[in-house]
């Protein structure tokens, strides 16, 4: 929880039974990260590489969400400082991936595009996903990277620095969280699925019709759920915990890495209207392949 993450919790007393707890609770969380960090026998060097990059500007990310406890109290510039933190790990991310790989070129949120010299290859780059929620302390954001050799997602690795899962793929290779292959849900039954979406906010266009597309989802589903990370939410359809996600308004890094993670869980990922326009014209429906069908008739019957 945001609350009791970083500094506040370590201040507790050591002789507390609360200290206790929490130490056997590190502890053990601390062992199954080392687990984790060390057991993706299945990654290649290039999600070795993408990896390594994600958790190392993951600690500062980790470092800073703690900090914004503080400025939330003090209400001092939190945006700003919410900035700072995003572009700091954009910058180690991509130093880390320029060492790796000298040759290829960029697209980041942050910094826009650049050029490589190898231009069949570019790393494609979201540093901060779920800013929103970074910022009011809730734990649901991801650190987004993909790879992209020539205009097709070919590896991705979406990190959750809070909770410690890492969702990855690389194409032909399935998809995985952490050490685990994941699979996408095989339910095909819309009053049973979960779907997962995002709203237009504070003046953006399209409200109107993505309240009705909501509408529609949610009188014929078991729920509509709003997360506020694309790239997260796409990985959660990748491991069958969301059956759908639709979003329209995105960009290329929102969503490169987690729609190859679908598509390497099994799913299907297209833009809203069915076509295939998904990275560069920003809708983008994911499902399972049971579903994805009735999905798009869903959303596409206004
Ligand atoms: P971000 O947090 O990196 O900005 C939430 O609906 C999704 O929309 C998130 O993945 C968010 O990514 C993305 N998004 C795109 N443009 C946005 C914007 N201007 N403000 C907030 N979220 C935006
Ligand atoms: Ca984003």
Same mark, same amino acid.
């Given at each position: 929880m945001a609350r009791t993450w970083g500094a506040k919790i370590s201040r507790a007393p050591l002789h507390s039974a609360r200290a206790r707890v929490w130490c056997?609770? /590190? /502890?053990?969380?601390?062992? /199954?990260?080392?687990r984790k960090t060390h057991a993706m026998s299945h990654a290649s060097a290039l999600i070795t590489i993408m990896t390594k990059a994600a958790r190392k500007a993951a600690r500062g990310l980790v470092r800073d969400f703690g900090e914004v406890q503080e400025l939330q109290v003090s209400k001092?510039?939190?945006?700003? @400082?919410?900035?700072?933190a995003d572009h700091r790990a954009?910058?180690?991310?991509y130093e880390e991936l320029s060492v790796a790989r000298p040759k290829y070129g960029f697209v980041m949120e942050e910094r826009g595009e650049i050029e490589g010299v190898d231009n069949s290859n570019r790393w494609i780059v979201d540093p901060l996903d779920?800013? *929103?929620?970074?910022?009011?302390?809730?734990?649901q @954001?991801?650190?987004?990277?993909?790879l992209e050799r020539d205009r097709q997602p070919f590896a991705g690795v979406v990190y959750n620095p809070v909770t410690d899962e890492l969702f990855w793929a690389e194409k032909g290779a399935g998809a995985f969280l952490n050490d685990r292959r994941i699979r996408v849900s095989e339910r095909s039954d819309l009053s049973e699925c979960v779907f997962a979406c995002g709203l237009p906010f504070a003046g953006r266009p399209g409200r109107e019709r993505a309240l009705k597309e909501a509408?529609?989802?949610?009188?014929? *589903?078991?729920?509509?759920?709003? @997360?506020?990370?694309?790239a997260l939410d796409l990985a959660f359809v990748a491991a069958g915990r969301f059956d759908a996600f639709w979003e329209r308004d995105l960009n290329i890094w929102d969503v490169a890495a987690g729609a190859l993670i679908v598509r390497e869980a099994g799913g299907m990922v297209s833009d809203i209207e069915g076509g295939a326009k998904f990275? *560069?014209?920003?809708?983008?429906?994911?499902?399972?392949?049971?579903?994805? *069908? /009735?999905?798009?008739?869903?959303l596409s019957d206004g």
């Open positions: 056997a609770a /590190s /502890s053990a969380l601390w062992l /199954s990260h080392i001092k510039g939190v945006a700003d @400082f919410v900035s700072l954009e910058q180690v991310i779920g800013t *929103t929620n970074f910022l009011h302390g809730l734990p @954001f991801a650190i987004s990277i993909a509408e529609r989802v949610l009188e014929q *589903t078991a729920g509509v759920r709003r @997360f506020g990370s694309a990275l *560069t014209e920003g809708s983008i429906l994911a499902a399972n392949a049971n579903l994805h *069908t /009735s999905a798009k008739a869903l």
